[in-house]
C-alpha cells in the first residue's frame, strides 16, 4: 500500500488519508490480485460510518502461512494521518502457529505526506471543513512533526482471534 520514506503510490492511499475514503484503495489492491476488502460499517450499526469512542470495526479473513495482514484507517481529523502496520504488514504465521491476540503494539501512526499537517482536530483544511488542503508533495512516514498525538494504543486497539 505504501513505502517507508517514498512518495505516495497514487492508488488509493491519498483519499484514505485525507478523505477516510477506503474505495480507491481497495480497488487498486483487488486488481492487483490481493485479499481485500474495506471495512466501514461499525459494529452493530446499519451503515457505513466513522467509529465513535467505544465503538469498534470486525472483519474476518483467510490465511495460510507466509502471508501478511495491511490494513489502512484514517486519524480523523487531520490533514493526512492513518494507522497502518509497517510497510510489509502483520505475519500472520510464526511457523505453523497463526498470530492471535492483541497485535496493537505493531500498529504505526503514519503521515502520508499528502497535505501540510495542521493541528490535529482543529485545522482549517481538515475533512469536517471541507476546505481542501495545502499540498505536501511529501513522503510517507511515521508522524513527526511540531503536533502532539495520543499514543496509537489510547486511540485504536487491534485483535486478531482465530476460528
Same mark, same amino acid.
Given at each position: ?63 495460510? @502461512? ?22 510489509? @504488514? ?74
Amino acid at each position: 500500500m505504501f513505502d517507508e520514506e517514498k512518495a505516495d503510490h497514487g492508488d488509493g492511499l491519498e483519499a484514505l488519508a485525507e478523505d477516510g475514503d477506503p474505495s480507491g484503495l481497495a480497488g487498486w489492491l483487488a486488481a492487483e490480485g490481493f485479499q481485500s476488502g474495506v471495512f466501514n460499517t461499525p459494529d452493530g450499526a446499519a451503515g457505513p460510518g466513522p467509529l465513535m469512542p467505544g465503538q469498534s470495526y470486525s472483519f474476518s479473513f483467510e490465511a495460510k @502461512g507466509g502471508e501478511y495482514l495491511s490494513f489502512a484507517t484514517m486519524l480523523v481529523h487531520s490533514n493526512d494521518l492513518f494507522f497502518a502496520p509497517s510497510e510489509r @504488514g502483520i505475519r500472520l504465521f510464526h511457523g505453523n502457529l497463526a498470530e492471535e491476540g492483541s497485535i496493537t503494539t505493531q500498529i504505526i501512526l503514519w503521515d502520508a505526506g499528502t497535505e501540510v499537517n495542521e493541528y490535529p482536530g482543529a485545522g482549517i483544511h481538515q475533512p469536517a471543513r471541507l476546505n481542501g488542503g495545502v499540498d505536501e508533495n511529501g513522503v510517507v512516514m511515521r508522524i513527526d512533526d511540531e503536533f502532539t498525538y495520543p499514543a496509537v494504543d489510547q486511540v485504536v486497539e487491534v485483535t486478531i482471534t482465530r476460528n
